[in-house]
């Protein structure tokens, strides 16, 4: 079988698999992309999304367009789709990020750099809940992989690949420009073409922000004012302790430090290396965008530094490589590779449990809001929930926007819900900047429903 047979047919068994995954054990999206699903459908119902909403999270142009294509195809099972998206976005960034590797290091390190990558429990998390982040570093990955096979040579593709990833999210901007430079300083001429592609994201974005807020810098400052709200780590403070923590965490300790090391490796050896400039400008982009985000006071979060971790993975893939042919160290990087896994055995159990807990919460949500009871008691006014966190979700799933989180505003009449047990009160029922007595019926306020997670209280008015 030819080496491309084998990759394709590698590639094919990693679709199949994360197809079947899909349908056996069921995910929903996360906050951010239920949000998304809304604004797409607010678009097709002929309304401006609300990205004003309450404690609403930073729009990103390029999602809310595949969830307002996908709201329109698949209608309420859009929500189960882009997962599967997020599934699939995760199979093409290990297979980019696989290619990339060959191109810079040679084939074993590729393969064991796409190993690194599509293992990680934060990129298995990050697609079974559809965050934006896989499809984007699947893009950015793609970019890298282009340049890396031809340096220089196709530069319009790779800028129009980094002008999708910056409309997902704005690390992709640093790259453009990075790259715009990379390819005009050799030339020591400036190619207007590169130029409108480098900007095109971060302009585009404005205009977004501007056609449906009135202000071009809407996602920047709403995404500093939620920060201060929550009282999320912010500052330039903040990130040389996060950057070294959030690393390690997503990339994982052995493969961190291994980048680390095979970044030494590189560097000495980079006369040998033909593309060591795509790791290295991964690695310098994602990190000036982490620090960048201190000093413009936005939230230190660890999903900042995916494009950082996926360098240290290729690097990481490069030294085992080539560590690797040496079969005693070959043997002592095993054996510690096996150390860990045993380790951290407990982290397949809980992702399992985690996945479950969504499931259920998502279920016991469904069939909450569509009991008779609630659906009669609906007519008496808008359904809250104790904060923001399950509104966008409450949304999508009634096609309305009466929802509101009581952390906000009170009403005396409606349908209000109450979160039950621990976990569900830890995760759903407290937030930040929200009161205890979000968690507490008001006066008028009975029960009338109860499934799993859930308890629905009704009030209605005089007449009623």
């Not at 359904?383 to 799933?397: A, E, G």
Request: proline share 6%; aromatic share 10%; net charge positive.
């Amino acid at each position: 079988m030819s080496p491309n047979r084998r990759e394709a047919v590698a590639v094919g068994a990693l679709v199949l698999a994360a197809v079947a995954l899909w349908l056996i054990a069921p995910t929903y999206p996360n906050y951010d992309a239920y949000y998304h699903l809304v604004w797409g459908r607010e678009l097709f119902d002929g309304h401006a999304p609300t990205f004003e909403a309450y404690q609403a999270p930073t729009q990103h142009p390029l999602y809310v367009a595949l969830c307002a294509v996908l709201g329109l195809v698949f209608g309420a099972h859009a929500d189960r789709v882009l997962v599967l998206v997020g599934a699939l976005s995760l199979v093409w960034l290990t297979w980019a990020t696989w290619r990339t590797g060959r191109a810079v290091f040679g084939t074993w390190a590729g393969l064991l750099a796409g190993l690194f990558v599509g293992s990680s429990f934060a990129f298995l998390l990050y697609a079974a809940r559809a965050y934006d982040d896989v499809p984007f570093l699947a893009l950015v990955m793609t970019a890298a992989m282009v340049e890396a096979q031809r340096p220089r040579e196709r530069p319009r593709l790779v800028l129009a690949l980094l002008v999708l990833a910056g409309l997902l999210r704005p690390e992709a901007w640093v790259l453009a420009g990075l790259y715009w430079l990379w390819c005009a300083v050799p030339a020591r001429r400036v190619r207007a073409d590169l130029l409108l592609l480098a900007v095109a994201a971060p302009v585009l974005w404005a205009i977004v922000d501007l056609a449906v807020t009135g202000d071009p810098l809407h996602s920047l400052h709403a995404t500093s004012d939620l920060a201060d709200e929550l009282g999320r780590a912010t500052g330039l403070r903040s990130v040389p302790k996060s950057f070294v923590t959030f690393v390690f965490d997503v990339a994982r300790p052995p493969v961190a430090a291994a980048g680390v090391l095979g970044l030494t490796l590189a560097w000495r050896s980079r006369e040998q290396l033909r593309s060591l400039h795509v790791p290295l400008a991964l690695l310098v982009a994602g990190t000036v965008t982490f620090v960048g985000s201190g000093v413009a006071g936005l939230s230190i979060l660890p999903r900042y530094l995916t494009v950082p971790v996926v360098a240290l993975c290729l690097l990481a893939g490069h030294l085992v490589a080539t560590l690797g042919r040496d079969r005693r160290v070959l043997a002592a990087m095993v054996a510690v590779g096996v150390a860990f896994l045993v380790l951290k055995a407990g982290s397949f159990a809980k992702l399992g449990t985690e996945l479950r807990f969504i499931r259920t919460t998502h279920d016991d949500l469904v069939a909450t809001l569509e009991d008779p009871r609630v659906a009669k008691a609906r007519a008496c006014g808008i359904v809250t929930l104790p904060n923001y966190r399950l509104v966008p979700d409450t949304k999508w799933i009634l096609d309305s926007g009466a929802v509101g989180a009581r952390s906000a505003k009170r009403h005396a009449t409606g349908v209000a819900l109450f979160v039950n047990g621990q976990k569900a009160l830890k995760r759903y029922g407290f937030a930040d900047a929200a009161s205890p007595l979000t968690l507490v019926p008001d006066p008028g306020f009975a029960p009338i429903a109860r499934h799993g997670t859930f308890t629905a209280y009704a009030a209605c008015g005089a007449g009623r």
